[in-house]
C-alpha cells in the first residue's frame, strides 16, 4: 500500500519524506490556502523536488475549457505532478484528454460507486473517494471503498488506483488496507498517531532503563 501525505504544508512534508516511508503527496485549494503559500506555482515546484511520487495538484476552474489550460500549465511543472481534477462531466472530459497525453490524473471529490466507474472509464490514474465526509453524514465511508476496489477487481482493463482521501484516523486506514486499496493519502498527525502505541512506549522505557544496568555502550 503506497502512503502519500495530505497536506501543502512543506515542513511536514520534508520532516514525513526523512522517514522513507512517503511515496507522495496530495493537496487541494483548502490546505493551500491553509498553507499560507504566496505562489501555488512555485509550491508545487518545492514539493516536486522533495518527493519523487506523485504530487497532486488541483486546478482551480470549474469548466472545461479553463480547467484543461490550467491542467497542463500544472503538469509541465513536474514530471511527477498528478494534476487532480472534480468529479464532474467537465473534469472527467479534462481526465481524459491528459491520461491520453500520458499526464497522471487524480480525480477528486468522489462520493459514489458510480462516480468511481465513470472516473475509470476516463482512465484516471487515481480516484479519491472520501471516506471522512461520509461518515461526517451518517454514511459509511469505508463501505464506499470495499464497493470501488471490488467494482475494480472485476475489471483487469479498469487501472485506476483506489485513493482512500478524507481520512480521519488510523481504522480508515487499517480498514481500507483490508479491503484492498492501493493508496491512502494521511493527514500528518494521523501518520504519526500508526507509529504509537502505549505497549511500544512502555516496552522501551523498561529495556533504556535495563540497558543502563548493564553499563555498557554500543557506540
Ligand atoms: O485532499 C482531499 C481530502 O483528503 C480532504 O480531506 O479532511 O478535508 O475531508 P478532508
Redesign the pocket.
Known amino acids: 500500500m503506497k502512503f502519500f501525505v ?1 497536506t501543502a504544508d512543506v515542513k511536514e512534508i520534508k520532516d514525513l519524506a526523512a522517514t522513507g516511508l512517503l511515496d507522495g503527496v ?3 485549494p ?2 493551500v490556502a491553509k498553507s499560507g503559500a504566496p505562489s501555488f506555482l512555485k509550491l508545487i515546484e518545492e514539493i516536486c523536488g522533495i518527493v519523487s511520487g506523485p504530487v ?1 495538484a488541483e486546478v482551480a476552474a470549474t469548466d472545461y475549457e479553463t480547467m484543461i489550460k490550467e491542467g497542463r500549465k500544472l503538469a509541465n511543472i513536474a514530471k511527477n505532478v498528478a494534476v487532480k481534477v472534480p468529479l464532474t462531466q467537465d473534469g472527467l472530459r479534462v481526465c481524459k484528454e491528459l491520461t491520453d497525453d500520458g499526464i497522471m490524473v487524480n480525480v ?1 471529490l468522489c462520493f459514489s460507486a458510480a462516480q468511481a466507474i465513470l472516473a475509470a472509464k476516463a482512465g484516471a490514474t487515481f480516484i ?1 473517494p ?1 471516506v ?2 461520509l461518515d ?1 453524514i451518517g454514511q459509511d465511508g469505508l463501505k464506499l471503498i470495499e464497493e470501488i476496489v471490488t467494482i475494480y477487481q472485476n475489471y483487469p482493463d479498469f487501472e485506476t488506483e483506489v485513493l482512500v ?4 484516523h488510523p481504522i480508515h486506514l487499517t480498514e481500507s488496507a483490508k479491503m484492498g486499496a492501493h493508496v491512502a ?1 494521511i ?1 500528518p498527525d494521523v501518520i504519526r498517531k500508526l507509529f504509537a502505541h502505549p505497549l511500544t512506549d512502555k516496552g522501551l522505557a523498561a529495556f533504556v532503563d535495563d540497558w543502563k544496568k548493564t553499563g555498557q555502550t554500543i557506540l
Not at 482521501?165 to 480521519?168: D, F, G, K, L
Open positions: 495530505d496530495t493537496t487541494n483548502s490546505l497532486s477528486t479519491s472520501f471522512g465526509r461526517d482521501a478524507s481520512i480521519r493519502t493527514p
